[in-house]
């Protein structure tokens, strides 16, 4: 009978084969730990991103609210509430068992009406790197914005191409130096307030108090005027910074009447009386065309009608309804008129500034 035995090569290739399994075993637990860790990282990245986004949407709430004294009780619940209906991780930012969301009013700088911070947590679960005992993170994100009592820049795309005179008022008559009474109510921007109803007269012979602009571009036409309607009704998409940002204290340009009949077409009468507001650059003085003004501030509008009005001699007629509207924007002083009334005037019209701000 023989005996079989295994010699040292036999021997020496069992080993390797050990070797070789357990080196593998390394190198897959060692893949595995990285795509744990990349699953993970991008869980976590996702949900961040979502938690951040929830933020910023229930402190700009929230800092709505605190401009009017009205609102201003209701500022926490609309800041939880805008919170609620965004979602993190596939679930609503709420104050429940894997999340919280508080509410802080810290106080107001100078020219800021309220500010609201946020801070929305969430516990996640991680998928595989629970194997190697890190089963859950959490994600913080805060947001602060801040309610600005006027703005000194509006952002670009944001301003309507009609320029309105914050004083001009109705023509004498030149044969007997009375106003024609068809004007006899009319009232100037500065002598009216928040939800009078208001005219503005483009190309008018007896109220020079509205006309187009370019803003700070003097050379554009009456087709760059017809996009820029178009575009800010929403007739068009956007295109960036096609209607220029603009700051008070800048001098902007007045167009000629060859482009009066821009506004009074549907469909874009349609659609700008259907906007929320129409944000409108203020000057002072006539609005007369193919001139240059200083910019003094802004008007927001709700528009009730765009149409020719009988005697008026003017192309379109604009009435509206003066609002008090929060925007996005540029906080800050408007640049003084030199007189205390018209000053006081532009504060009480100015829109205010919602923004977001460095959380503190």
């Not at 609309?78 to 979602?87: D, F, G």
């Not at 929060?326 to 002083?333: I, K, Q, S, W, Y």
Request: charged share 20%; proline share 6%.
């Amino acid at each position: 009978m023989k005996t079989s035995r295994l010699g040292p090569s036999s021997c020496t290739r069992s080993q390797r084969g050990s070797l070789g399994v357990l080196l593998c075993s390394f190198v897959f637990m060692g893949i595995l730990g990285i795509g744990a860790f990349a699953a993970d990282v991008s869980h976590n990245v996702t949900v961040r991103s979502e938690l951040q986004n929830a933020a910023d949407a229930a402190a700009m709430a929230g800092a709505r609210a605190l401009i009017n004294e009205d609102t201003a009780p209701l500022a926490e619940y609309n800041a939880l509430e805008v919170a609620r209906i965004n979602s993190a991780d596939g679930k609503s930012v709420t104050n429940d068992e894997t999340g919280s969301v508080s509410i802080d009013f810290p106080p107001p700088d100078a020219n800021q009406i309220g500010v609201c911070k946020v801070t929305a947590s969430r516990e996640i679960k991680n998928w595989l790197s629970s194997v190697f005992g890190h089963p859950t993170d959490t994600i913080t994100a805060v947001a602060t914005a801040a309610a600005s009592q006027a703005a000194n820049r509006i952002n670009a795309n944001m301003l309507f191409p009609v320029a309105v005179s914050l004083d001009a008022g109705p023509e004498l008559n030149k044969s007997n130096g009375n106003t024609d009474p068809q004007y006899a109510n009319y009232k100037p921007l500065k002598d009216l307030k928040i939800g009078d109803r208001f005219k503005m007269y483009l190309n008018s012979q007896q109220i020079k108090n509205a006309c187009y602009t370019s803003f700070n571009s003097k050379n554009t036409n009456a087709s760059w005027l017809s996009d820029a309607v178009d575009m800010y009704a929403g007739i068009t998409p956007p295109q960036p910074n096609f209607i220029p940002e603009a700051t008070a204290g800048d001098t902007i340009f007045l167009q000629n009447g060859t482009a009066t009949s821009v506004l009074g077409k549907e469909p874009r009468t349609g659609h700008l009386t259907d906007r929320d507001i129409v944000v409108m650059p203020v000057i002072t003085g006539k609005a007369e065309m193919n001139q240059s003004r200083t910019l003094v501030g802004w008007i927001t509008v709700k528009l009730e009608s765009i149409k020719k009005e009988s005697g008026s001699g003017s192309s379109e007629v604009l009435t509206g309804i003066l609002m008090k509207s929060p925007l996005r924007g540029h906080p800050g002083d408007l640049p003084s008129t030199n007189d205390n009334q018209w000053d006081q005037a532009l504060e009480q019209f100015s829109p205010s500034i919602v923004h977001l701000i460095s959380s503190r």
